[in-house]
Each structure stands twice: as structure tokens, then as C-alpha cells.
């Protein structure tokens, strides 16, 4: 044992708490590893989850009384195995696999007895589970915080404002779906693999993105939900070596969070990109980032649209200032970027790349031919960056009655506020 | 949040280290710092050279004086150190105690300062400074 209990006279409260945190650290470093064991020796996702709480819950109550094991990991490996054992038992379906399972405990550290690189293959295919196509993203989303990021219901709840009571109905649905699809515990064939790879990346995108920019509440950011998305990320690049935009995609959020620090000034509003001071961007992280992205590029296969992302955030990162950025390259970075990747946002970005290395004027063209389209209607985006380039043109009435039209559609009061005061200025 | 962990040596467990198999410390080390940046928690680290290559500069006297390593009076030197990003100081402790290390060594873990540390010098000009240039609770 690791640490005694409690102190002897030292709140009852005070020692359930500290528990309450040991556990939850240890679940944090050892949720995917527990429930992919679990699952690799039940078959079934579901069930192997609810096993794992249960343990969880076990933990709670016994390390109070007998301390903290040597190895919580095991201990908690152990425990929800044996409860697969007991609920076989009450099935009466004792067949090979409780026979494997029984063996299994008998012997010492069974957790220790398998080779890390085969539980590495099933925690990648936990997440793969947890990134299935037949769930929602929001279902996505929360089991892959929940499982592969080892997150309390609570914490996901508080992270995205919504109440504890939906994301458990989020999870609890996501499993029934998973076994309704009886979807595999088996990382996708070679014919899907593209496409499975890029769900998971885009699920752990939408956490970074929802933390970047928040859609919704009075806060710019949410930085601790990026940081989650980075922290996911990394497990995802570790466990997929080889995939150059799973690297990518770590340098990608690296870089785009070096610069949080400058992107919200003391009073909470946001500072945009052109008036941030560079002094503020953390410079280990840019290297962080930097690195990753080398690491993508040296697999050789190509970029990829988040190593295009990642590369086009690199140029902003170097850059001494907005005028010394090299917006020439940038701009080809977002055409090769459009090309593989179409997407209005993509374009809008384009448009202000070429204002930059151009001129408004070229760049204002771009944004009335996505305009006419009709791509990004309702959004705040095309009329708040139309707003800017026609002020930079010197047409300050239109820009001022497209500056508040952005004001009107955003749905984030702090993003309001800087779209406001521009069309004051304009 | 993040930690720091700084790893602490006794000269003679520095010394009973001379005679152990060097590979298999690296591998030791290794598998640990794989697992921790499997995890998507280690973010930064180093180890240091030997303290003889090292020198002091003590301001208890005006200029400085410095001196070379390994510093005469201390019983524990510094070996290196690794900054990990985490949920939690309970996160910290147990990545903490899975260093692959023995008898003689200590880890001390301090967090990494933000924002937070500075509320009741939040007047102070360079403090403001230093909120604008991380922003409220940003990661860096």
C-alpha cells in the first residue's frame, strides 16, 4: 500500500475527497487501457464500460479503508474482470472466454503478462470504437472524452455547459448504438482505414475547434477543452506513429494554442491576429508544433489537409509581424488546401490570404463569388470578413452595415462585442 | 496544469549508479518517458550532465562569486528534470511514482505558476502585463 488511508482524527471528508482525486488521476492515466482490456477479453464494448465504472466505484470505497494499491491500474483490471466473471456466472455462460479470463487472474500482474504493443493495438481500437461512424458526433465526442481521455461524466458536462444528465444520456445511447450496429472491436480494414482515420482526427478537431473559438457561452475561449483535444491528440500520434496527419493534426493544435495566451486581452475580449502582441505566443509550444509538423512531413507521403492547416499556422508563427508574414505562401498553401479539401471556410481564409499579398480589392472578389454561391448564408463569417476588407477599401458605409449584420449572427457574445466596435470605427 | 519533476540524487547513490548497467537504465527510462508521452502528458524534460561540469554563481556576495561544481556542502544534486502537462496534482503524483528510480533518489514535483498565484498582486503593472500576454487560464 501506498499511502495509509487517512490520518487518524483528520476529517472523514477531507480523506474521501483526496480519494476521490486519487481515483480519478489513476482513471484519468489508465481509462483506455482498462476498458480496452476489458473489451478484448469480453467482446463487448458496452458492457466491459460499465464494468470499469463499477470498479471505479469499488476503488472509492476500499482505498479509503486500505489505502492506495501498488499498481491502481492492475487493481482495477483485476476487479472489473473478476465482475465479468461473476455476471458470466449468473448467465450460466461459462464457456472459453470466462475460462481465459479465470486464467488470467490466477496468474500474477496480469495486466503486466501482455506486451505493451498489443495493448497499444487495443487501445487504438477502442478508439476507433469510440469514433465509429454509426455514432453522432456529439456521441463521438463524449465517449471518446469518457474512455480514451478518461473524463468524469461531470468534467465533460462542465466542459461543454451542458448538464451532467445529458451527457449521460449521450453515453449510455452511444453504447446501445455500438451494440445495436454490433459494431467490432477491430481497428477498420485497409478499404475504410482513410476514412476512419479521419473521423477520429476530426473528432478530436471539434474538440479543439469548440475550445479556439467558442460557439457559444460569454467566453472567447475555453482553453481547457483545447487542452484536452492536444492531450488526445497526442495519445492518438503516439499510438499511429506512421500516419502523417495524425502528426499533423498535433501540430496543427500546438500551434494555434501557442497563441492563445495573446487572443484574449486582461478584460476577456478577444485580440485578433494582426494586433496581438508575438511577444506573448509561447515559443516552446511553436517549437512543439514545428517538430510535429518535420515529423509529418518526414513520412513522405504528401501533406494532408491538417498538415496544410498546420503549415499555414507555422507561417503565422515564424513571422516577426502581419506584414513581414508571407502571405504569398500562404495563399498557395490555402489554394493546395481548397483543392483537397473544399470547404467556404477554407475560401473565406483564402480571400483574406490574397488581401494580404494582393489587396483588398482581389481579396473582396473571392468573398462576393463565395457570397453569390450561397455558401455560409446565416453565418457570421462572410459578411464579418467582407465588413474588413470594404473598410480597408475605404466604403465605410458598407462596411459598417456588414459589420453589424456579422454582429447580429454570431452566437458568441465576446466575438459580438469586437464586431460591434469595429463597425464603430468603420 | 502543469508540474515540474525535478529529480534529486544522493552524490553516493550518483556514485552506486557508476556500477550498474548504463543500457539498462536508458531502457528503464526510456519505457518511462514512452508512457508518459503515449499518455499525451510529458511535454518537456532534460537530463544534466555531470554536476562537476557544472559551476555556481552565489549572490551572497556583491559581485557574485562563482564556482565550480560540484559545490562542497550539498547532499543532493540535481540530475534532470520533466514538465508534464495534467489534470490534476493527484495526475502529477501518480506519473511521479512511476519513475523508474531507487533508493537515494527523490522526485520533487512543484507546479508551474499561472495566473492564479498572482490574484492579490493583480494591480501590479507587470502582472496585468502577464495576464494580457497569457490570457485568462490559456494553456502557456
Known amino acids: 500500500m501506498r499511502a495509509p488511508s ?10 474521501a475527497d483526496r480519494i476521490r482525486r486519487t481515483v480519478d488521476a489513476v482513471w484519468r492515466i489508465e481509462s483506455a487501457r482498462i476498458v480496452a482490456t476489458l473489451t478484448k477479453s469480453t467482446g463487448d464494448f458496452s458492457w466491459a464500460e460499465d464494468l470499469t465504472q463499477e470498479a471505479v466505484a469499488d476503488a472509492l470505497v476500499q482505498w479509503a479503508r486500505d489505502g492506495v494499491p501498488q499498481n491502481p491500474g492492475a487493481w482495477l ?16 455462460r461459462l464457456d472459453d472466454r470466462y475460462r481465459a479470463l479465470a486464467h488470467d487472474l490466477t496468474e500474477a500482474a496480469a495486466t503486466d503478462a501482455r506486451s505493451p504493443d498489443l495493448l497499444d493495438d487495443d487501445v487504438l481500437r477502442l478508439v476507433f470504437t469510440a469514433c465509429h461512424p454509426v455514432l453522432s458526433r456529439e456521441a463521438q465526442i463524449a465517449l471518446t472524452l469518457r474512455v480514451v481521455g478518461g473524463l468524469s461524466t461531470e468534467e465533460i458536462a462542465r466542459l461543454f455547459l451542458v448538464p451532467v444528465a445529458t451527457v449521460q444520456q449521450r453515453i449510455v445511447r452511444a453504447k446501445k448504438t455500438l451494440a445495436a450496429a454490433k459494431a467490432p472491436f477491430e481497428t477498420p480494414d485497409p478499404s475504410e482505414w482513410a476514412a476512419r482515420l ?8 471539434l474538440i479543439f475547434t469548440e475550445g479556439y473559438a467558442a460557439t457559444s457561452g460569454d467566453r472567447w475561449m475555453r482553453p481547457e477543452l483545447a487542452q484536452e483535444a492536444l492531450r488526445l491528440g497526442r495519445v492518438v500520434a503516439g499510438l499511429l506513429p506512421r500516419e502523417a496527419e495524425a502528426q499533423a493534426l498535433v501540430a496543427l493544435m500546438e500551434l494555434q494554442a501557442s497563441r492563445f495566451g495573446a487572443r484574449t486581452a486582461s478584460d476577456g475580449s478577444p485580440v485578433l491576429l494582426a494586433d496581438q502582441d508575438r511577444a506573448r505566443w509561447d515559443r516552446a509550444q511553436i517549437g512543439r508544433g514545428v517538430a510535429a509538423l518535420a515529423r509529418a512531413d518526414e513520412l513522405g507521403r504528401g501533406r494532408g489537409p491538417f498538415a496544410l492547416q498546420a503549415a499555414i499556422a507555422e507561417c503565422h508563427a515564424v513571422a516577426p509581424s502581419v506584414e513581414e508574414t508571407d502571405w504569398e505562401r500562404i495563399v498557395v498553401l490555402y489554394e493546395a488546401l481548397g483543392r483537397i479539401a473544399p470547404n467556404p471556410v477554407v475560401e ?4 483574406v490570404a490574397v488581401s494580404m499579398a494582393v489587396g483588398p480589392a482581389s481579396g473582396l472578389r473571392i468573398v462576393d463569388e463565395l457570397s453569390a454561391s450561397g455558401a455560409l448564408r446565416g453565418s ?3 459578411p464579418s470578413v467582407r465588413g474588413e476588407l470594404l473598410a480597408r477599401l475605404g466604403r465605410s458605409d458598407e462596411a459598417r452595415a456588414e459589420l453589424l449584420a456579422a454582429a447580429q449572427l454570431t452566437a458568441n457574445a465576446r466575438e459580438r462585442d469586437v464586431l460591434l466596435a469595429k463597425a464603430a470605427r468603420a | ?13 550518483v556514485e552506486a549508479s557508476a556500477s550498474m548497467d548504463f543500457e539498462e537504465i536508458i531502457n528503464a527510462m526510456g519505457a518511462y518517458n514512452e508512457s508518459m508521452i503515449k499518455a499525451g502528458v510529458l511535454i518537456g524534460g532534460d537530463g544534466l550532465t555531470d554536476a562537476k561540469e557544472g559551476f555556481v554563481v552565489d549572490f551572497n556576495s556583491q559581485p557574485p562569486v562563482v564556482t565550480d561544481g560540484p559545490y562542497g556542502e550539498v547532499h543532493e544534486l540535481f540530475n534532470g528534470f520533466w514538465i508534464l502537462e495534467v489534470s490534476s496534482r493527484e495526475e502529477a503524483a501518480e506519473w511521479a511514482s512511476r519513475a523508474p528510480l531507487g533508493p537515494g533518489s527523490k522526485l520533487e514535483v512543484r507546479r508551474i505558476t499561472d495566473q492564479s498565484d498572482f490574484e492579490d498582486f493583480a494591480d501590479n503593472e ?4 502577464e495576464k494580457e500576454w497569457r490570457g485568462e487560464g490559456a494553456i502557456g
Open chain 1, 198 to 205: 479521419g473521423s477520429v482526427l476530426g473528432v478530436v478537431y
Open chain 2, 126 to 129: 507587470y502582472i496585468k502585463k
Open chain 2, 1 to 13: 496544469m502543469k508540474y515540474m519533476l525535478i529529480m534529486r540524487t544522493t552524490a553516493e547513490a
Open chain 1, 77 to 92: 483490471t483485476a476487479v472489473a474482470k473478476r465482475k465479468a466473471i461473476d455476471g458470466w456466472r449468473r448467465r450460466e
Open chain 1, 6 to 15: 487517512a490520518d487518524a482524527g483528520s476529517d472523514a471528508h477531507a480523506g
Open chain 1, 348 to 351: 473565406l481564409n483564402r480571400a
Open chain 1, 380 to 382: 457570421h463569417l462572410v
